[in-house]
């Protein structure tokens, strides 16, 4: 999107009112206020400009402001609300994301591209700044290679303006793909966590023309020093650039958990789309929170809700046919009529109409069915007695949860004191610096405050900066005695060591192994760095090479080592996938990994079959993991299977958790794409 430069002075705002086309004078001035650039929006009373403007970022009313009272609003002088003001003058910043999409011939023969993906290739030249919401295996990498060789090729874009950021093992896979398909350019890679480090250098970099944000996903929480390194590499994009670059942010799993993670990837792919100015007026429109009163005295937000069903009552979330809603409770003082909601949840996906392409791979591809199975182990009596002296005895909920999950994989994490270090607070000193407002020393200072020089204003909840106070900060520092090591210099350094029992696990996975040693290609997932040692020595004793890519990065087994004669290098990831295509040189390979580090961005089709010694605590990494082997390439006569491994009672409450929670994944993608194919045949129908 090119720059939207918004007028001051005298402007007339556009909104709809009982059917009609309405406007309202209003005017616009830019001030400095608190040392930073605002706009001040002037209007006559209406209710509905009111909410519009309300929503937007840092918008707050002077009306009772205690310096200088005004019947105005304040809002933050960004691309957003510049993006957000222009839709109210009328200007349609909206029109290029309603174009129909160019025509794209794909000169590709080796392979040529699926129709789907011309299709992708062609909305992401015709939008520039999009979402591909495509499931994994759908083939958003070649469609994204395509439409990277045409910036190059066609717009004239340069090599070294092209980025592509991923997960490390997704960039790893897509290295491969380049090779494997004969791309005429390769972009530069960077992971994730490299890329946190732009945000204090971002002008010694050369900006981008083409940003690809692979496993996007990974940037759904806009507070999270990734999202906001992207954040501000692709606003000086649009800055420097305008609609003369391309940003594509591909996700296979765009809303695991709730609908409000959208919120995030639209502010990257296109500031002000979504016209709620933060996360949390963006959660509050979709869902029913409320502030609830915590034991130690204070107060905090929980969701009640979403709003995701007409029927639930916009008072208390509730269904119509609840007793709160019932007459002959009328005398109660929790009784309340029902009134009908909002399908917000449903309108979501209309408003993302156009920057957001999403694609099944049931409607796409002829893959084999994935084919789920549970293997239950009988734990024996004195796993049951630790498991329940565990959650008799545990400290909290979620500590008994994770122990009990160590005990059903056969091990328990120990801290054992191993010696003393110094002290890493106070690095010996006995007393550390701490910095003060010496106008205000009792009152701590945040980060905010600290880097801006000013105090930040916090509203009621504590959640969003609404404004710095003029004055600036006096910063002094105090000492006081350190409070990890208590002026003694040194603390205790603890190991982690991992105490094993016997687990019938590892009996069914020796066995699982011989099954399938025809095939030569097995794949486990395990979520704890014991398991995943455990099961790489399982397939070795078992006669297996191993490849492990896990937290601790790839790793392969003595044999391929040997044989391959390569060190571990930033190409490593490349050679061992290409080792695992490749049955000629090793019969037998298992993959062992991490569903939270292996389970991004990589084909491993060569395997029919994946187990589950053990989920991690994201629903995101199962359902990422799961269609590693369900994709192009898969066997439709050696079928997708997989397998979970449940031991203690906890292994099937965690799976269960995640198949709601992937469920919800696959009916916030499906409902907009129901949407988008209705606008689809209404748009056909009319021309």
């Not at 995030?264 to 789309?273: H, K, N, Q, R, Y």
């Not at 091990?411 to 054992?416: K, M, S």
């Not at 066997?635 to 995640?658: A, F, K, T, Y």
Request: include cysteine; glycine fraction near 6%.
């Amino acid at each position: 999107m090119p720059l939207i430069n918004i007028p001051t002075g005298q402007v007339r705002f556009c909104y709809t009112s009982d059917g009609r086309t309405r406007t309202m004078p209003a005017i616009i001035s830019r001030e400095q206020i608190h040392g930073y650039s605002r706009l001040l929006i002037q209007f006559g009373f209406n209710a509905r400009l009111k909410d519009e403007v309300k929503a937007m970022e840092g918008a707050r009313w002077l009306g009772f402001d205690e310096e200088r009272p005004r019947k105005a609003w304040v809002v933050s002088d960004t691309p957003r609300n510049h993006f957000q003001l222009a839709y109210l003058m009328g200007m349609n910043p909206y029109a290029p994301y309603d174009t129909p999409l160019v025509e794209y011939n794909s000169g590709r023969t080796n392979p040529p591209l699926y129709k789907h993906q011309v299709e992708t290739v062609a909305f992401s030249l015709t939008r520039r700044h999009c979402i591909i919401a495509e499931e994994m295996g759908c083939g958003k990498s070649l469609s994204a290679i395509e439409a990277l060789e045409y910036a190059i090729k066609v717009l004239k874009f340069r090599p070294e303006e092209c980025m592509w950021v991923g997960p490390r093992s997704a960039l790893d896979s897509v290295k491969y793909e380049f090779v494997k398909w004969q791309a005429g350019t390769v972009p530069l890679f960077f992971t994730y966590e490299t890329i946190r480090s732009f945000i204090d250098k971002i002008d010694q970099i050369i900006l981008p023309r083409v940003l690809v944000c692979d496993e996007a996903s990974r940037l759904k929480t806009p507070t999270a020093q990734r999202t906001q390194a992207i954040q501000i590499i692709t606003d000086k994009m649009r800055h420097l650039y305008g609609h003369e670059s391309l940003i594509i942010l591909m996700t296979g799993t765009p809303a695991p958990k709730d609908p409000s993670d959208w919120w995030s990837l639209c502010e990257i792919a296109c500031p002000g789309f979504l016209k709620e100015g933060n996360l949390v007026k963006f959660k509050n429109r979709l869902a029913l929170i409320k502030q609830y009163e915590s034991s130690t005295g204070g107060s905090f937000p929980k969701l009640v809700t979403w709003w995701d069903d007409e029927n639930k009552c916009k008072v208390c979330g509730k269904l119509q046919d609840d007793p709160d809603h019932d007459h002959i409770n009328m005398v109660e003082k929790w009784y309340h009529p029902f009134t009908k909601s909002v399908n917000e949840v449903a309108y979501l996906y209309e408003r993302l109409k156009g920057l957001v392409l999403v694609k099944f791979k049931k409607d796409l591809l002829d893959l084999p069915e994935k084919v789920f199975k549970i293997i239950k182990c009988k734990p024996t009596a004195s796993v049951l007695r630790a498991s329940n002296l565990i959650t008799k005895t545990a400290r909290s909920a979620i500590k008994a949860l994770t122990l009990n999950r160590e005990l059903s994989d056969g091990f328990q994490y120990q801290e054992v004191p191993d010696g003393e270090e110094t002290c890493p607070t106070c690095e010996g000193r006995l007393i550390i610096k701490m910095n003060v407002d010496l106008d205000d020393p009792t009152n701590p200072l945040d980060g905010e405050s600290l880097a801006r020089g000013h105090r930040a204003i916090w509203d009621e909840e504590k959640n969003i900066i609404t404004g710095y106070k003029s004055e600036p900060l006096k910063i002094g520092e105090k000492e006081i005695d350190c409070p990890q090591c208590g002026k003694k210099g040194t603390v205790t350094h603890y190991s982690r060591i991992a105490t094993r029992v016997d687990c019938p696990k590892d009996q069914v996975i020796a066995d699982l192994l011989d099954q399938y040693s025809d095939e030569g290609r097995f794949i486990i997932w395990a979520a704890f760095s014991d398991s995943v040692d455990r099961n790489v020595e399982n397939c070795i004793k078992n006669g297996w090479s191993v490849i492990r890519l896990d937290g601790r990065n790839w790793w392969a087994s003595s044999d391929i080592m040997a044989k391959m004669e390569v060190v571990i290098t930033k190409e490593f990831g490349m050679r061992m996938l290409q080792l695992f295509d490749n049955k000629t040189d090793f019969p037998k390979v298992a993959f062992v990994g991490n569903p939270g580090a292996g389970g991004f961005g990589l084909n491993l089709t060569a395997s029919s079959v994946e187990v589950f010694y053990s989920n991690s605590f994201k629903a995101e990494d199962r359902a990422q993991a799961i269609d590693r082997i369900h994709r192009p390439g898969a066997d439709h006569n050696r079928g997708c299977m997989i397998i979970d491994l449940i031991h203690l009672p906890q292994d099937e409450g965690v799976l269960q958790s995640h198949e709601r929670k992937i469920d919800l994944m696959h009916m916030s993608m499906g409902m907009l794409q129901t949407v988008m194919q209705k606008v689809e045949e209404e748009y056909e129908r009319a021309i």
